[in-house]
């Protein structure tokens, strides 16, 4: 993919997302939430690309991906005024439908083409299909971690705002409840990732944030993660109980041992 090709779709991200300006406040607070969410997305998959040490027209791509993998949640928004595809519609397909629609990738080769549109379609699954029509899925691998990597970011600064600046969708609805449920906790103990549909709560949300560890894909992506110290800023959000500062203690071992493998 070249540079120039990237710059026109940088160009129709900014004009497409401005169309969106009038919907009114608060909805407008999310709405910059997931233009700033991609910004960042995109300076991760920076790093994650450079630490990877992928060539240029690689990192290109990733680039690509990284800009259009949540150009869903804004047609999603205005449509249903939430971002919890439960309660709307997925927004990885969302997504492919606002690509198609607007005919983005026509200036791509067909290979190029379906390596964008299968890591956008497959960036938000719980776990990844087994066959892929595209010839790598390491676009899809790098689009989920840097996803992560950000939401992360998004989730801590959330909480660190005084409560009336606080963007209504983070936390996709969740009521604030005391203590955690039981069937994530031991999701998250028994080193799997913590289903969405068992969040009950915004302290069961925190868990399943925190049980990403378990789905990154790349040795970059842990240190990223333990620089940027998202979980032990997640961690200080949780109730102080002990099968909790167990399960803690889980995420930081395993995030040790495969920075170190």
Same mark, same amino acid.
């Given at each position: 993919m070249k540079q120039s090709e990237l710059e026109g779709l940088q160009n129709w991200f900014a004009d497409y997302v401005a169309t969106f300006d009038d919907i009114p406040y608060p909805g407008q607070q999310n709405i910059r939430l997931k233009i700033e969410h991609t910004r960042m997305v995109c300076r991760m998959m920076n790093r994650l690309t450079e630490?990877?040490?992928?060539?240029? +027209?690689?990192?290109?791509?990733?680039?690509? *991906?990284?800009?259009?993998?949540?150009?869903?949640?804004?047609?999603?928004?205005?449509?249903?005024g939430t971002f919890r595809d439960a +309660?709307?519609?997925?927004? &990885?397909?969302? #997504?492919?439908?606002?690509?198609?629609?607007?005919?983005?990738?026509? %200036?791509?080769?067909?290979?190029?083409?379906?390596?964008?549109?299968?890591?956008?379609?497959?960036?938000?699954?719980? &776990?990844?299909?087994?066959?892929?029509?595209s010839p790598t899925d390491r676009f899809i691998r790098l689009i989920r971690d840097a996803d992560k990597l950000d939401i992360w970011r998004v989730f801590v600064e959330h909480f660190s705002k005084p409560?009336?600046?606080?963007?209504? #969708?983070?936390?996709?609805?969740?009521?604030?409840?005391?203590?955690?449920?039981?069937?994530?906790?031991?999701?998250?103990? &028994?080193?799997? *990732?913590?289903?969405? %549909?068992?969040?009950?709560? *915004?302290?069961?949300?925190?868990?399943?944030?925190?049980?990403?560890?378990?789905?990154?894909?790349?040795?970059?992506?842990y240190r990223m993660l333990r620089h940027d110290g998202y979980c032990e800023s997640l961690a200080l959000l949780l109730p102080n109980e002990d099968k909790v500062r167990s399960a803690l203690n889980l995420v930081k071992q395993y995030i040790e041992r495969k920075i170190s493998a």
């Amino acid at each position: 993919m070249k540079q120039s090709e990237l710059e026109g779709l940088q160009n129709w991200f900014a004009d497409y997302v401005a169309t969106f300006d009038d919907i009114p406040y608060p909805g407008q607070q999310n709405i910059r939430l997931k233009i700033e969410h991609t910004r960042m997305v995109c300076r991760m998959m920076n790093r994650l690309t450079e630490g990877e040490k992928m060539n240029d +027209a690689d990192c290109t791509l990733a680039a690509a *991906v990284a800009l259009l993998h949540d150009v869903g949640r804004f047609p999603q928004y205005r449509r249903w005024g939430t971002f919890r595809d439960a +309660a709307s519609d997925n927004h &990885a397909r969302l #997504a492919i439908e606002t690509i198609s629609e607007h005919n983005i990738l026509c %200036d791509l080769d067909a290979t190029e083409r379906l390596m964008v549109e299968e890591a956008v379609r497959f960036h938000n699954l719980l &776990a990844l299909p087994e066959r892929y029509k595209s010839p790598t899925d390491r676009f899809i691998r790098l689009i989920r971690d840097a996803d992560k990597l950000d939401i992360w970011r998004v989730f801590v600064e959330h909480f660190s705002k005084p409560s009336d600046q606080r963007a209504s #969708a983070v936390t996709l609805g969740f009521p604030e409840l005391p203590g955690v449920s039981m069937p994530c906790l031991e999701q998250l103990l &028994a080193g799997e *990732v913590v289903r969405l %549909d068992s969040v009950t709560s *915004v302290n069961d949300f925190k868990l399943l944030l925190l049980s990403w560890v378990f789905d990154l894909n790349f040795a970059s992506s842990y240190r990223m993660l333990r620089h940027d110290g998202y979980c032990e800023s997640l961690a200080l959000l949780l109730p102080n109980e002990d099968k909790v500062r167990s399960a803690l203690n889980l995420v930081k071992q395993y995030i040790e041992r495969k920075i170190s493998a």
